[in-house]
């Protein structure tokens, strides 16, 4: 059984989750509106893989006899001056989630709630995939800087860059 803490605490997270699907939501519109198709698909993608993300955490809360909470997300930033804010947006968004990711793993030790922890860390793993991601590709796009040619090779690439395996 879910103690009064951690069920607020994996309600905050499931908040968190659900604020990175719209906000990659938002992010993937705007890339569809302006071009960028291949960066578009991603970010789609992305945004699917956070909506996945949040239900994991939605299920185990209720399984463990909790009760997870639908959020409600306003204020998502829809209008973006270029790609490379695009991804540095997404790269802080990422790091926020890992601080709040390891916060709540502290805190499941605190509480000896070693269920919650153990089951935190696949969410731990993927946060250091992700963030690896994020940084590769800013990186990629610090290269490229003004040039056209480059951009357009990034938007064809990104298709291939996965955000997690399988999961
Ligand atoms: Fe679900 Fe990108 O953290």
């Known amino acids: 059984m879910l103690s009064k803490k951690i069920n607020e605490l994996l309600n905050r997270q499931i908040e968190l989750e659900g604020t990175s699907s719209n906000v990659y939501l938002a992010m993937?519109?705007?890339?569809?509106l302006n071009g960028y198709e291949?960066?578009?698909?991603?970010l789609?993608?992305?945004?699917?893989e956070e909506r996945m993300h949040m239900l994991k955490l939605f299920k185990f809360v209720n399984e463990r006899g909790g009760k997870a909470v639908v959020p409600v997300i306003k204020n998502v930033k829809h209008d973006y001056k270029d790609i490379p804010e695009?991804?540095?947006?997404?790269?802080?968004?990422?790091?926020?989630?890992?601080?709040?990711?390891?916060?709540?793993?502290?805190?499941?030790l605190k509480e000896k709630d070693y269920t919650t922890h153990n089951?935190?860390?696949?969410?731990?793993?993927?946060?250091?995939?992700?963030?690896?991601?994020?940084?590769?590709?800013?990186?990629?796009?610090?290269?490229?800087?003004n040039d056209k040619g480059g951009l357009y090779l990034f938007d064809r690439d990104i298709i291939n860059?996965?955000?997690?395996?399988?999961k």
């Open 119 to 145: 089951f935190l860390q696949w969410y731990v793993s993927e946060q250091i995939e992700e963030e690896r991601l994020a940084r590769t590709l800013l990186d990629k796009l610090k290269l490229i800087g």
């Open 38 to 42: 291949g960066c578009s698909a991603f």
């Open 44 to 48: 789609y993608k992305h945004s699917d």
């Open 86 to 108: 695009i991804f540095e947006h997404l790269l802080k968004h990422e790091l926020k989630v890992k601080e709040e990711i390891n916060s709540l793993v502290d805190t499941t």
């Open 28 to 32: 993937a519109s705007w890339a569809e």
């Open 161 to 166: 860059a996965g955000v997690e395996k399988g």
